[in-house]
């Protein structure tokens, strides 16, 4: 699944998505679904919880990937 096609499946406007990732506007939200903007962390996680796990947060963020991938190997 892909950003842009969890804001469709939620109904869910640029502006409508920025607000439910706690963005400041509707441009990032675009920024994002498009690849043009790279997630935070946070961003990331907000966007795994919003898609109920189906948008792996590693998947968005080389970060998250590593943390979970530490926590694994320990």
Known sequence: MTIAELRIDLGLTYGGL??????????QAHGIETGRVK????????IE?????????????????LV???GEAA
Request: proline letters at 3%.
């Open 18 to 27: 920025a607000t439910a990732l706690g963005l400041a506007s509707k441009g």
């Open 39 to 46: 997630c935070s962390p946070r961003v990331a996680l907000a």
């Open 49 to 65: 919880k919003l898609s109920e796990g189906r948008i792996q947060a590693g998947e968005l963020n080389d970060d998250v990937a």
């Open 68 to 70: 979970r991938l530490a």
